[in-house]
C-alpha cells in the first residue's frame, strides 16, 4: 500500500521512490495505491484545482505503468472507513511525540499561519491509510522512513492495547535495493512538488524544460579527481544512472577520473537521456487526463476494492476495541 498526495506535479523522485515500485508489486502482490487528496487538506488554503490535481495524479500513475484492473487504484477520500481508523488511531497518539516529528515541524516552517490540526496528527493519517489494508510493504522513498516507523508504533500500540494482533508492522519495500532519494538538480536536497521547481524535473515538463533545467545544474570545477567527488557532480552522476545506459555512465566517469570530463558534454548526454524517459509518460497522461469517463471508472473501481478490504479491517479493529454490542 502506498500513496501520492495531489499537491504540486509529480516529479522524477515521485517516479523512482514510488511509482517504479508500484509497477513492479502489481504482478506480484495485491496491491492499494490511492491519491491522498484528505491528506492534501492539511495545507492547502483553496482547493479550486484540487479535482484536476487529482486527476492529473491518477493519469500519471496509470501513464507510469500501473494498470488499474490489477491493483485498487483509488482517492482517499472515496473511503471513508479511512476516517473511521483515523479516529480509533488518534486515541492512541500522544501530542508530544506528534509534535517532535520533522515533518510536522517543517510544516510549521513553510505555513506558520496555518498549523492546524491535521497537520499535527498527519502521521496518525498515514498509518491509518497503510494499517487500513493490514499492509506489510510499502513502496516509498528513503524520506518516508520514519512515518513508517509511526505507523509500526500505532500497530504495535493497538494490538498491545487491544490484547488481539489485529495489525501487522509495515515495513518499507524496494525489491532489496537500497531506497532511493533523487537528488535536485541544484544539489540542495531532494527533488521537490511544491520547492525549488527550477531544480526538479516533473512528469509533466516539455522538452525544452527539462533541456533549460539540466543545463543550469550546478556543477563546479575539480582540482583533484582523486578527492572525494563533490556533492553537486556526484547528484548529475546518480541522475546519469537513472535514466542512461551504463556505458555512457562509464565513460563520463572514466573522464572524471582522468581529469577531462565535459560538463556541458555530460549534461547534454543527461538530458536527452530524460527527454526519452520523460516524454512517453507526459504524452501518455495527457491523454487519459482529459479521457474524464475512463477517470471515473478508475475511481469507482478502486474504491468499491479498497472498500472491501477496509470494511473487514474497520470490523476487525471494532472488536478488538469491544465496539461491537450484539
Same mark, same amino acid.
Given at each position: 500500500?502506498? *500513496?501520492? !498526495?495531489?499537491?504540486?506535479?509529480?516529479?522524477?523522485?515521485?517516479?523512482? @521512490?514510488?511509482?517504479?515500485?508500484?509497477?513492479?508489486?502489481?504482478?506480484?502482490?495485491?496491491?492499494?495505491?490511492?491519491?491522498?487528496?484528505?491528506?492534501?487538506?492539511?495545507? +492547502?488554503?483553496?482547493?479550486?484545482?484540487?479535482?484536476?490535481?487529482?486527476?492529473?495524479?491518477?493519469?500519471?500513475?496509470?501513464?507510469? *505503468?500501473?494498470?488499474?484492473?490489477?491493483?485498487?487504484?483509488?482517492?482517499?477520500?472515496?473511503?471513508? &472507513?479511512?476516517?473511521? #481508523?483515523? +479516529?480509533?488511531?488518534?486515541?492512541?497518539?500522544?501530542? @508530544?511525540?506528534?509534535?517532535?516529528?520533522?515533518?510536522?515541524?517543517?510544516?510549521? !516552517?513553510?505555513?506558520?499561519?496555518?498549523?492546524?490540526?491535521? +497537520? #499535527?496528527?498527519?502521521?496518525? #493519517?498515514?498509518?491509518?491509510?497503510?494499517?487500513?489494508?493490514?499492509?506489510? #510493504?510499502?513502496?516509498?522513498?528513503?524520506?518516508?522512513?520514519?512515518?513508517? &516507523?509511526?505507523?509500526?508504533?500505532?500497530?504495535? !500500540?493497538?494490538?498491545?492495547?487491544? @490484547?488481539?494482533?489485529?495489525?501487522?508492522?509495515?515495513?518499507?519495500?524496494?525489491?532489496?535495493?537500497?531506497?532511493?532519494?533523487?537528488?535536485?538538480?541544484? *544539489?540542495? *536536497?531532494?527533488?521537490?512538488?511544491?520547492?525549488?521547481?527550477?531544480?526538479?524535473?516533473?512528469?509533466?515538463?516539455?522538452?525544452?524544460?527539462?533541456?533549460?533545467?539540466?543545463?543550469?545544474?550546478?556543477?563546479?570545477?575539480?582540482?583533484?579527481?582523486?578527492?572525494?567527488?563533490?556533492?553537486?557532480?556526484?547528484?548529475?552522476?546518480?541522475?546519469?544512472?537513472?535514466?542512461?545506459?551504463?556505458?555512457?555512465?562509464?565513460?563520463? !566517469?572514466?573522464?572524471?577520473?582522468?581529469?577531462?570530463?565535459?560538463?556541458?558534454?555530460?549534461?547534454?548526454?543527461?538530458?536527452?537521456?530524460?527527454?526519452?524517459?520523460?516524454?512517453?509518460?507526459?504524452?501518455?497522461?495527457?491523454?487519459?487526463?482529459?479521457?474524464?469517463?475512463?477517470?471515473?471508472?478508475?475511481?469507482?473501481?478502486?474504491?468499491?476494492?479498497?472498500?472491501?478490504?477496509?470494511?473487514?479491517?474497520?470490523?476487525?479493529?471494532?472488536?478488538?476495541?469491544?465496539?461491537?454490542?450484539?
Amino acid at each position: 500500500m502506498s *500513496g501520492i !498526495r495531489p499537491t504540486g506535479f509529480l516529479h522524477l523522485g515521485n517516479y523512482f @521512490g514510488a511509482l517504479r515500485n508500484y509497477v513492479r508489486m502489481q504482478d506480484a502482490y495485491t496491491c492499494y495505491f490511492m491519491v491522498a487528496d484528505l491528506h492534501a487538506l492539511t495545507t +492547502l488554503d483553496e482547493t479550486k484545482e484540487l479535482k484536476q490535481h487529482v486527476r492529473r495524479v491518477l493519469a500519471e500513475n496509470i501513464a507510469s *505503468g500501473l494498470d488499474p484492473d490489477k491493483v485498487a487504484l483509488y482517492c482517499q477520500s472515496h473511503v471513508p &472507513e479511512t476516517a473511521e #481508523l483515523y +479516529l480509533f488511531l488518534n486515541m492512541l497518539a500522544y501530542k @508530544g511525540e506528534l509534535e517532535k516529528t520533522p515533518t510536522f515541524k517543517d510544516k510549521v !516552517r513553510l505555513q506558520p499561519n496555518n498549523v492546524n490540526a491535521g +497537520l #499535527l496528527t498527519y502521521p496518525v #493519517l498515514m498509518a491509518a491509510d497503510i494499517l487500513l489494508h493490514r499492509a506489510t #510493504l510499502v513502496p516509498v522513498g528513503k524520506d518516508q522512513e520514519q512515518h513508517l &516507523e509511526i505507523a509500526r508504533d500505532f500497530a504495535g !500500540r493497538f494490538n498491545t492495547r487491544y @490484547g488481539r494482533d489485529v495489525f501487522p508492522a509495515p515495513f518499507a519495500f524496494n525489491f532489496g535495493e537500497q531506497l532511493v532519494k533523487v537528488p535536485s538538480l541544484d *544539489g540542495a *536536497g531532494k527533488m521537490s512538488k511544491s520547492e525549488n521547481q527550477m531544480a526538479t524535473i516533473y512528469l509533466a515538463d516539455d522538452d525544452e524544460t527539462i533541456r533549460k533545467k539540466i543545463k543550469k545544474a550546478k556543477t563546479e570545477s575539480v582540482a583533484d579527481p582523486t578527492a572525494p567527488m563533490p556533492a553537486s557532480i556526484e547528484n548529475l552522476f546518480q541522475l546519469l544512472q537513472l535514466v542512461c545506459t551504463s556505458d555512457v555512465v562509464s565513460k563520463f !566517469r572514466a573522464d572524471y577520473e582522468a581529469g577531462a570530463i565535459r560538463y556541458g558534454d555530460m549534461k547534454n548526454e543527461l538530458a536527452e537521456g530524460m527527454v526519452a524517459f520523460i516524454s512517453p509518460i507526459r504524452e501518455k497522461a495527457g491523454q487519459i487526463q482529459h479521457d474524464e469517463s475512463y477517470l471515473k471508472k478508475v475511481m469507482e473501481q478502486g474504491a468499491a476494492k479498497a472498500r472491501a478490504s477496509a470494511a473487514v479491517t474497520i470490523e476487525l479493529a471494532k472488536e478488538a476495541i469491544g465496539l461491537i454490542y450484539c
